[in-house]
């Protein structure tokens, strides 16, 4: 019985802690210089092309959500 009290004890103090990895790291928080700018990827070759894709694309989205 005093076996069972102690084992009882230890797995109440050592309890399971399933989001203790998913921790973000501040330094990941806190970083502002991004490794690759979107935008100028996106826009590089030919703005208006690139562009007018995006407004097609937002468009289509809003329409299918109707």
Known sequence: MEAL??????????????TAAWMTVE????EDDPDEDLLCTLF?????????IVIRSINNDEDSED
């Not at 084992?7 to 399933?18: C, E, G, I």
């Not at 330094?27 to 806190?30: C, F, P, V």
């Not at 070759?45 to 690139?50: A, C, G, P, T, Y």
């Open 44 to 52: 590089q070759d030919n703005f208006q092309d690139s562009f007018d």
């Open 27 to 30: 330094q990941q928080m806190t």
């Open 5 to 18: 009290q102690m084992l009882k004890f230890y797995l109440k103090k050592d309890r399971l802690n399933f």
